[in-house]
């Protein structure tokens, strides 16, 4: 009776930190998508998300390896026998904590980082729509148009380049942040980074916190860079091909954004 009763109160004192963690990611998934909104436009971040709501379910996931990734280095620092010797001798709770207890230190300390990564991330977040005009200055308007367009003009061709990108950049997020987990996880890591951390690879800000959004960030783009580059290049291969025989090419691809696609997919 009194395991079931200890394990009760557990419970109940862990249920309410896993419903306000998943608070705390909606909210700043919520963040995201207004800031994205913001660089996109209205009009192009509409095109892309159905809802607002869709948005910020595309970036909880990503909010959600923040949140994860800053509780493991708080606990690691709250347990840390050298924390005070690296910050001027204060302890993990007078770093964090406020009030006379400080007894808010990990939450605060948890907060910090998760913020400082949730920002980096926003901050290098790319732009699909800049993304599709520097596509289109690259290709010109008549393959671009081919590459992108899905009716009968290829009028819809910006916006379909923008959706696409804008879905490929998030999945690229959210990709990065699970490889930088492993990476922050790696006992090793040092070992192959030129003695380097984690944080100190990737931390840009004066304590470090950003270093996850920094990887995330550093990692995405790097991904959406070369996905673009793919595209321009498969596109302005197939516009060759299509030139040199246009019988031969609609009867091995069909259409000129298949080509695209299966010369960008193999690259």
């Not at 963040?31 to 909880?60: E, Q």
């Not at 207890?101 to 790319?126: D, I, M, P, Y």
């Not at 690259?138 to 916006?159: E, I, V």
Request: one cysteine or more; glycine letters at 8%.
């Amino acid at each position: 009776m009194k395991r079931m009763i200890l394990v009760a109160v557990l419970a109940a004192a862990v249920a309410p930190t896993a419903a306000l963690a998943g608070t705390s990611d909606q909210s700043a998934a919520s963040k995201d998508c207004t800031a994205l909104r913001a660089k996109m436009g209205a009009t192009a971040f509409n095109g892309v998300y159905a809802t607002f709501g869709a948005c910020v379910s595309r970036f909880a996931q990503l909010e959600q390896n923040n949140t994860t990734s800053a509780n493991s280095v708080c606990s690691a620092q709250q347990t840390d026998p050298n924390f005070a010797a690296a910050h001027s001798g204060k302890t993990f709770v007078q770093v964090y904590g406020t009030g006379k207890s400080g007894k808010n230190a990990f939450g605060n300390c948890v907060s910090t980082h998760a913020n400082a990564s949730s920002q980096a991330e926003q901050q290098g977040r790319l732009n699909p729509a800049q993304t599709c005009r520097a596509q289109r200055t690259s290709l010109g308007p008549a393959t671009f148009d081919k590459t992108y367009g899905k009716n009968a003009s290829d009028k819809n061709a910006f916006g379909k380049c923008v959706s696409a990108n804008a879905k490929s950049q998030s999945s690229n997020e959210v990709n990065a942040s699970t490889a930088c987990k492993a990476e922050q996880s790696d006992a090793n890591f040092a070992t192959s980074h030129s003695g380097k951390t984690f944080d100190q690879l990737y931390g840009t800000n004066a304590d470090q916190s950003n270093a996850f959004g920094q990887c995330v960030s550093t990692k995405a783009q790097a991904s959406s860079n070369a996905q673009s580059q793919a595209t321009v290049s498969a596109a302005k291969s197939c516009a060759a091909e299509q030139s040199a025989g246009a019988a031969a090419f609609t009867a091995k691809y069909g259409t000129f954004g298949k080509c695209v696609s299966s010369k960008a997919t193999s690259k």
